[in-house]
């Protein structure tokens, strides 16, 4: 019913930039918040970035100054500059929101992408 689909990981210089997308689709009525989590192996699942319906956006201190998140509608963004390599990980995306389920009711729902690895090595 619903689907997230990111774009745009790869591997980049330390010092680099990268810009990931994130298209959420389907039976969606509205979106809440989006944002990116990003894990690697062994550890938890962490937060990038976050925004909310009304821009207001979220980070860690790991992350602040570097990153920026930004939405389109249905669509999140992440502008990564300044990559360290302690920044590699698989990138998700993910989305709170309501969407009409086979019945047609309003049904609120969290949804992820399937992850996007990024690399940053020279």
């Known amino acids: 019913q619903v689907q997230l689909v990111e774009s745009g990981g790869g591997l980049v210089q330390p010092g680099g930039s990268l810009r990931l997308s994130c298209a959420a689709s389907?039976?969606?009525?509205?979106?809440?918040?989006m944002g990116w989590y990003r894990q690697v192996p062994g550890k938890e699942r962490e937060l990038v970035a976050e925004?909310?319906?009304?821009?207001n956006t979220r980070y860690p201190d790991s992350v602040k100054g570097r990153f920026t998140v930004s939405r389109d509608k249905n669509t999140v963004y992440l502008q990564m500059n300044s990559l360290k390599p302690e920044d590699t990980a698989v990138y998700y995306c993910?989305?709170?929101?309501?969407?009409?389920?086979?019945?047609?009711?309003?049904?609120?729902?969290?949804?992820w992408g399937e992850g996007t690895l990024v690399t940053v090595s020279s």
């Open positions: 389907g039976s969606i009525l509205s979106i809440n918040v």
């Open positions: 993910t989305a709170d929101l309501y969407y009409s389920d086979y019945k047609g009711l309003p049904t609120a729902g969290r949804y």
């Open positions: 925004i909310g319906s009304r821009g």
